[in-house]
Every structure is written in structure tokens, then in C-alpha cells.
């Protein structure tokens, strides 16, 4: 069955980065474009960004850009969120979900990230 | 690009109906007929429940429909039951790969 699976938690201080990992199984890899989305504490479901696991190209939130980086590897079907300058507003779940032509499907379990000093 | 607007909250006895609408710009919801619909119940992962507007995925109940006029998309769940408390969000597509959700509604089953 289709699943991608999350890297696990993640405490962190205020300026580091955090990369977070999500391996897909049960599908062709490159056939499915992957996004990431993010939700802090008591708080709605933010998108971050899009990748073209095919040819890696990206498209980033306008809020995120400069300090999100989207990437994958082919070789072990799996795709990286890394994001950098982390502060307190930072603090969220992140989760990665298969984009099935513009709705997303599955979803990974989720990776909490803690920015705390 | 600012987030699609939902009520934050609805509520309903079981067996009535209830609609959340999600109200976006004429760059996303008034644009694409890409509107999803997530249902998301505490502590739990967010699963599409809608998709393209009106689509139901394989499972979802038909309780659950959607539709769109103009820059509004709306999500109806008929005959409410008591699990279908959770948090319900809509996204819509935005050009180039690019996606905005709703800001989110808390169903309450009365």
C-alpha cells in the first residue's frame, strides 16, 4: 500500500536548521509530485512547498522562501524538508502528503519539530 | 498569498446538515476547479474527504459533498453524525504548484 513515513522528532535551537525526511513506498516514486505542510500548536494547516520528484524542481511559499529547501533522493524514494534560521514560530508538526493532481494523499505521520532555547 | 476563509466555527444536532464555506480570491478558488476538502480529528493526520470541487475519494461517505460558485467553495455534510466532530480544511490550488488551505472550521456535533 501506499505509505511515506517521517523521520522522527526534532528539538532545535532558535537560528539552527532542522531537515526532515519522508520515504515513499508502494508507488512509482517520480510519477507523484510531493508537498510539505506544516501545523504549529492549535493552529490550521499551513503549505510550505512542492516537488517534482521527477526533476527536483520546487515551488516555495513566498512566507518560506530564501529559508525552505526541497529536496529528494531517487535512489531511496525519499524526500527532504530542510529549513533554516529557525525561531519559536517555527515550532509546529510538519508533514509530507502525495500530491494526486492537486489533493493530497496519503499523508506522513507527521515530524514535531521544537524550537526552544 | 493569504489563507482561504472559513467560519471558524458550525455546529449541528445529529442528523441535520451543515456547510462550511471557504471563501478565496479570483487567483485561486474563483480560477481552478482544484478545491480539496481534509477532515482532521484530534491528535490525528489530515485525510481529503473531497477533491476537484465535488469528488469523494474511494470510502468517504456520500454524507459529505462540495461544490463551488464564484470564489466561495462549500463543503455540506449531510445526515451529521457524531464522528464527524473534527477540524474541516479546505485548499485550493494557485498557480505554478503553489497551494493555499483554509483557515479551518471546528465541527461540533451538539
Known amino acids: 500500500q501506499v505509505q511515506l513515513v517521517q523521520s522522527g522528532a526534532e528539538v532545535k535551537k532558535p537560528g539552527a536548521s532542522v531537515k526532515v525526511s519522508c520515504k515513499a513506498s508502494?508507488?512509482?516514486?517520480?510519477?507523484?509530485?510531493m508537498v510539505w505542510v506544516r501545523q504549529a500548536p492549535g493552529q490550521g494547516l499551513e503549505w510550505m512547498g512542492t516537488?517534482?520528484?521527477?526533476?527536483?524542481?520546487?515551488s516555495y511559499s513566498q512566507k518560506l522562501h530564501g529559508r525552505l529547501t526541497v529536496t529528494r533522493d531517487t535512489s531511496t524514494s525519499t524526500v527532504y524538508m530542510e529549513l533554516s534560521s529557525l525561531t519559536s514560530e517555527d515550532t509546529a508538526v510538519y508533514y509530507c502528503a502525495r500530491s494526486v493532481e492537486n489533493w493530497f494523499d496519503p499523508w506522513g505521520q507527521g515530524t514535531l519539530v521544537t524550537v526552544s532555547s | 498569498q493569504s489563507a482561504l476563509t472559513q467560519p471558524r466555527s458550525v455546529s449541528g444536532s445529529p442528523g441535520q446538515s451543515v456547510t462550511i464555506s471557504c471563501t478565496g480570491a479570483s487567483s485561486d478558488v474563483g480560477v481552478y476547479n482544484y478545491v480539496s476538502w481534509y477532515q482532521q480529528h484530534p491528535g490525528r493526520v489530515p485525510k481529503v474527504i473531497i477533491y476537484?470541487?465535488?469528488k469523494r475519494p474511494s470510502g468517504v461517505p456520500d454524507r459529505f459533498s462540495g461544490s463551488k460558485s464564484g470564489n466561495t467553495a462549500s463543503l455540506t455534510i449531510s445526515g451529521l453524525q457524531a464522528e464527524d466532530e473534527a477540524d474541516y480544511y479546505c485548499c485550493s490550488y494557485a498557480t505554478m504548484y503553489t497551494y493555499v488551505f483554509g483557515t479551518g472550521t471546528k465541527v461540533t456535533v451538539l
Open positions: 476537484d470541487v465535488s
Open positions: 508502494g508507488y512509482a516514486f517520480t510519477t507523484y509530485y
Open positions: 516537488i517534482n520528484p521527477s526533476n527536483a524542481g520546487t
